[in-house]
Nanobody, 121 residues
Framework: QVQLVESGGGLVQAGGSLRLSCAASGRAFSSYTMGWFRQAPGKDRELVAALRWSGSYTYYADSVKGRFTISRDNTKNTNYLQMNSLKPEDTAVYYC??????????????WGQGTQVTVSS
């Protein structure tokens, strides 16, 4: 089992950048596929980016391609989401998730508590 804690959210102007971090506790972090989801008010939760446990495959939603980058540091048990050229429509609660089964698309078994990202116009 793994516990996830996100950090790095906040308020930023459109065009700015933020880097979200997801610290994982527990063993075998390197064997987990990691994902970042977001949920805006009144909208369904969506998968934004994911990184396969081996690092061999990444997924990005069309809406963030070219702007967001997912990465991991297995020595620190931490997963990152670098968000550049932020837009007001990126405003949402961002969740880190992990799975040892399935694909980058899920299903994800473990979830963080979420961190708020607000992009002002």
């Amino acid at each position: 089992q793994v516990q996830l804690v996100e950090s790095g959210g906040g308020l930023v102007q459109a065009g700015g950048s933020l880097r979200l971090s997801c610290a994982a506790s527990g063993r075998a972090f390197s064997s987990y596929t990691m994902g970042w989801f977001r949920q805006a008010p009144g909208k369904d939760r969506e998968l934004v980016a994911a990184l396969r446990w081996s690092g061999s495959y990444t997924y990005y939603a069309d809406s963030v391609k070219g702007r967001f980058t997912i990465s991991r540091d297995n020595t620190k048990n931490t997963n990152y989401l670098q968000m550049n050229s932020l837009k007001p429509e990126d405003t949402a609660v961002y969740y880190c998730a992990a799975t040892q089964r399935g694909t980058v698309l899920g299903p994800y078994a473990y979830w963080g508590q979420g961190t708020q990202v607000t992009v002002s116009s």
